[in-house]
């Protein structure tokens, strides 16, 4: 089992900056890629940026040039420093990791992102 504890978060105005951080423990080896997904009112849990275990960064073009993700692998850590931030921001950030080989994916509680003036 892994567990997922995220962090950050919050109201921020649009053109503001935010950080989150997410985490994890647990039965954690191998090839894996951490990542950060949203769900925006109303709408379906999408993709926002992930990292492998090697460090390849893939993200969204609705955040490329605005969110970097990086994360630290000896803390089984992974980042979010998201930048310019956009009233289509909004939405619940979760924190994922998958090991790709055995096919399991873990999810963290969710952290609630909103931008408004």
């Known amino acids: 089992q892994v567990q997922l504890v995220e962090s950050g978060g919050g109201l921020v105005q649009p053109g503001g900056s935010l950080g989150l951080s997410c985490a994890a423990s647990g039965s954690i080896f191998g090839f894996n890629t951490m990542g950060w997904f949203r769900r925006a009112p109303g709408k379906e849990r999408e993709l926002v940026a992930t990292i492998t275990s090697g460090e390849i960064a893939n993200y969204a073009d609705s955040v490329k040039g605005r969110f970097t993700i990086s994360r630290d692998n000896a803390k089984n850590t992974v980042y979010l420093q998201m930048n310019n931030l956009k009233f289509e921001d909004t939405a619940v950030y979760y924190c994922?990791?998958?090991?790709?080989?055995?096919?399991?994916?873990?999810w963290g509680q969710g952290t609630q992102v909103t931008v408004s003036s």
């Open positions: 994922s990791i998958h090991f790709v080989v055995a096919a399991q994916r873990y």
